[in-house]
């Protein structure tokens, strides 16, 4: 397996713009996280999907935020319309819930909103 | 609420020297642990994991870790330090299908 592939690895974009980020999580696996790492904050966890289904979202920071998960392979996390305070890395993750077994990184999209 | 405390933010040893890595957690229950490495520009890779059992784990390049209920501690260490290990390392529990993070110690290994 090719592990958890994000797209893109790096975005600049301009104030204002909507941003979205791609991921597609590890064949079989029925979670998937979006977490956001700050030099200030540490990794966050954004948002939680099992089975697709949005479970808790009380990390996404505010409505300007969106996550979807449309089948198993893939999910999208949105910014509209972004800021500089966004900058920021951001992981996707997935996982088996059921079984013993650890949440996989992808590599991170490096989002720098100037 | 779930918290994963590393108390130090950043830390030098000497190529060779010994390591100790120091985590705490606050959680009711007894959480999956697990000891994660991201060096720079990367994702986070798995080093250990604890979920039950023998608690002293041993995991990839060298690392083991040990699992203290009476100290809600799950400290990493390894016996001899490469130059290849300066990274940062994030301390993790899974509670609930949810992985929550401490805020990472980096390390940074001298010649």
């Known amino acids: 397996d090719a592990g958890v592939i994000q797209s893109p690895r790096h975005e600049v974009t301009e104030m204002g713009q909507e941003v979205t980020l791609r991921c597609k999580p590890i064949?079989?696996?029925?979670?998937l996280f979006w977490y956001r790492q700050t030099m200030m904050r540490g990794l966050e966890l954004l948002i939680y999907?099992?089975?697709?289904?949005?479970?808790?979202d009380s990390g996404m920071p505010e409505d300007r935020f969106s996550a979807k998960m449309p089948n198993a392979s893939f999910s999208t996390l949105k910014i509209q319309p972004s800021e500089p305070r966004d900058s920021a890395v951001y992981f996707c993750a997935s996982s088996y819930v059921g079984a013993n077994t650890e949440a996989f990184f992808g590599q991170g999209t490096r989002l720098t909103v100037v | 609420a779930q918290s994963v405390t590393q108390p130090d933010i950043h830390i030098t040893v000497s190529e060779g020297a010994s390591l100790e890595l120091r985590c705490n957690y606050s959680?009711?229950?007894?959480?999956?642990l697990f000891w994660y490495v991201q060096s720079p520009g990367q994702g986070l890779q798995l080093l250990l994991k604890?979920?039950?059992?023998?608690?002293l784990v041993q995991g990839i390049k060298g690392f083991e870790a040990e699992f203290k209920r009476s100290q809600s501690s799950f400290n990493l260490r390894k016996p001899s330090v490469h130059w290849s290990d300066a990274a940062e390392y994030f301390c993790a529990v899974g509670v609930a299908g949810k992985f929550y993070f401490g805020s990472g110690t980096k390390l940074n290994v001298k010649p």
């Open positions: 999907f099992n089975n697709n289904v949005p479970i808790d």
């Open positions: 959680y009711g229950a007894t959480p999956y």
């Open positions: 604890y979920f039950s059992g023998d608690t």
């Open positions: 064949s079989g696996h029925n979670s």
